[in-house]
């Protein structure tokens, strides 16, 4: 999403960095540069013009020019100002599993509204609530079947009385439904249009005086911009909301609208939406997503990511294995199995610091065919060929080649960089064995 901005920011960094002192001037040109990017990525006006005020009033000053790296100093002071920018902090729902929690989300039809209500009903699930949903969408052809699907797919029960009964009185319903039969969080899918129109917001205001809800959530797509700031503007003076929802920051836009939409409504952005998968929905973290912008990469959501991709016991049964050299070709494609679960490569790729600015020095491209043509090798292979890959012989490698639609030559690198890796792996866990062995090291070890 902010890899144009990203790459123009860090070559502006770059050329202060390689100043051994800072001037006035130097200040002031660097800051029309970022001033620039932002606008250029669709960053409202008057959020980078208060943007680039408040990092001026704190670059200018004895601690920065007197100081030994003045070119960190300012970088610094900017990953502050992106983070105010974004929110200053992580704002997740106030919810309590001990009462009654109910969530109205509302947002324009394509914003991925009905997606991002399945998508927190199966977010909230994992975290022990007991969730429900309700279709209150009765326009939209579909709308209703497609949560019903959605729910079908998390395991999350939907309430709906069809599309003749009117959304606020399906809201009454939905909420004494839920109350009364255990469940601890519901969420209303309320109606979106094509754009905002009165009856509209008629409709959520009267759904709104019908029960008590708790929170009230906006759905954005990043990628329609400024106009994305505009709706969230209308929403937020008229039903008066409790946070916002981005959707498609997986996207190519210029994203835009993740780096204004809190400044401008004053509201927080609570979830992110990354994809298509009911799994891909994670809290807004406004550090994590400034230090991506600026090139610092993301570990901390790279590790969690691997936390909840690697099984703990599977990855002390690994090491097990590693220690003693009996890892195989079997327990290299369970590992590749969960990388891929920890998203798209190039997602990852993009957490790590530095890797943007070698990506754009080399134009380099993120392709996640080799691990698929690895993948297809070795599932080809027979169970005892995994397990000891030194009975593959000519003929087993043909069979093998053509049973995963690769060649001869490509199963011959495959097991050459498999005894390579093996060695490799032995070495790491050698010097790592005065520390307690966890998945994100089988992870590192793959890369």
Do not use: W
Not at 91 to 105: A, G, I, R
Not at 201 to 208: D, F, N, P, S, T
Not at 361 to 389: C, F, H, W, Y
């Amino acid at each position: 999403m902010f890899e144009s901005l990203s790459n123009r920011l860090q070559s502006v960094f770059d050329t202060l960095r390689s100043r051994g002192k800072l001037t006035e001037k130097d200040i002031d040109k660097a800051l029309k540069e970022v001033k620039l990017s932002l606008l250029e990525a669709d960053v409202n006006f008057k959020v980078v013009k208060q943007f680039i005020k408040d990092i001026k009033e704190k670059t200018i000053g004895e601690e920065v020019f007197k100081s030994l790296t003045p070119g960190q100093q300012v970088i610094k002071i900017v990953h502050q100002e992106l983070i105010n920018m974004l929110g200053g902090e992580t704002k997740p729902l106030n919810l309590d599993k001990e009462k009654f929690n109910c969530l109205m989300v509302a947002g324009l039809q394509g914003s991925g509204k009905t997606t991002s209500c399945a998508k927190m009903a199966n977010y909230y699930k994992k975290k022990g609530f007991k969730p429900i949903l309700s279709a209150l969408d009765i326009y939209r052809p579909a709308a209703i079947k497609q949560l019903k699907t959605l729910g079908e797919q998390i395991g999350v029960e939907v309430f709906s009385m069809g599309d003749k009964t009117s959304p606020p009185d399906i809201a009454k319903a939905a909420h004494e439904y839920a109350v009364n039969n255990g469940y601890n969080l519901l969420i209303l899918d309320t109606a979106g249009r094509l754009q905002i129109d009165e009856e509209l917001m008629l409709e959520l205001i009267k759904i709104k005086e019908n029960i008590s809800i708790d929170e009230i959530l906006l759905v954005l797509d990043a990628m329609t911009g400024q106009e994305a700031v505009n709706v969230a503007t209308i929403f937020n003076d008229q039903i008066e909301l409790t946070g916002m929802i981005l959707t498609k920051l997986d996207g190519d836009a210029r994203g835009g609208a993740a780096l204004s939409v809190s400044k401008v409504t004053g509201k927080p952005v609570r979830f992110v939406g990354l994809g298509e998968k009911t799994d891909e929905f994670d809290l807004f973290h406004p550090e994590r997503m400034a230090g991506r912008i600026l090139g610092m990469g993301d570990m901390l959501t790279l590790i969690e990511k691997a936390q909840k991709a690697f099984d703990e016991k599977q990855a002390k049964e690994m090491e097990t294995k590693i220690r003693k050299m009996e890892f195989n070709l079997n327990d290299f494609l369970k590992q590749l199995q969960q990388i891929k679960k920890m998203g798209p490569l190039s997602q990852l790729m993009e957490m790590v610091p530095g890797f943007s600015k070698i990506k754009a020095m080399g134009n380099m491209n993120i392709d996640e065919k080799p691990l698929k043509k690895v993948e297809a090798i070795i599932q080809s292979m027979t169970l005892s060929e995994r397990d000891n890959p030194k009975i593959i012989n000519g003929s087993r490698k043909r069979r093998i080649a053509t049973g995963s639609g690769s060649t001869v030559h490509e199963v011959n690198q495959l097991l050459k960089q498999f005894e390579q890796m093996k060695k490799m792996m032995k070495q790491m866990t050698g010097m790592e064995k005065k520390m307690k062995f966890r998945g994100m090291n089988m992870f590192k070890n793959m890369f």
